[in-house]
Each structure stands twice: as C-alpha cells, then as structure tokens.
C-alpha cells in the first residue's frame, strides 16, 4: 500500500472540505471547538497535526464522528452525507436565530 494518503493530509482535507460545506470561517470553527483560529488555519495548511483530543472537538463542532476525520476523501464524502446534510440545515437554522436576536437586541 504505498499509495497511501498520510493520516495528516486526511484530516486536514476533512477539516477543511467540512468546514467550508458548512459555510463556517476558521474563526467561527474554533470558537466552536475551543482553540484559536491560527491553530484551525495550521491545521488546515498542514502545520500542525491536531491531537486526538482535538479531533474529537473539531468532529463534534463538525457533527460528524469523529472517525469520519480519519477516512480518506472519497469515503467520507459518502459516510458522512445525511449526516452532514442534517446538521447543515441545523447550523443554517441556529445561524439565522443568532442574527435575528443579535437584530432584536440592538433595537
């Protein structure tokens, strides 16, 4: 098997390729995991591999398992399909009732 994907460039893809699905900003994903957006950033570029403490934040901010970080591209594109299309819609809904109270309070 020496075609293999390094486990680093996995999650790195996954990360990223879920994040911006859900149309979050690096900042927004940390905020929800608890790090700092520069640590997002250098995980998504590769400078840091995130520990598994970390994967397990960023999976549940992600509301995938937090195996699906671990499947290479093709996989995890298809595990993860109804359950990402769920919580898509989830953190659209969540988004749009942040605003309209964020609206209500500056009034």
Do not use: C
């Not at 994040?19 to 940390?30: C, I, N, P």
């Not at 700092?36 to 400078?47: C, F, L």
């Amino acid at each position: 098997m020496m075609n293999e994907i390094p486990i680093e460039t996995v999650i790195r893809e996954n990360v990223k390729a879920l994040r911006k699905r859900l149309g979050w900003s690096q900042e927004f994903l940390a905020e929800k995991t608890g790090v700092t957006a520069p640590y997002i950033t250098q995980i998504e570029v590769g400078k840091r591999t995130p520990s598994l403490d970390i994967v397990e934040k960023l999976a549940t901010a992600l509301g995938v398992e937090y195996k699906v970080l671990f499947e290479p591209n093709n996989s995890s594109k298809h595990s993860a399909t109804s359950e990402f299309s769920k919580h898509l819609l989830e953190s659209k809904l969540i988004s749009a009732i942040t605003k309209t109270i964020h609206k209500e309070f500056k009034s």
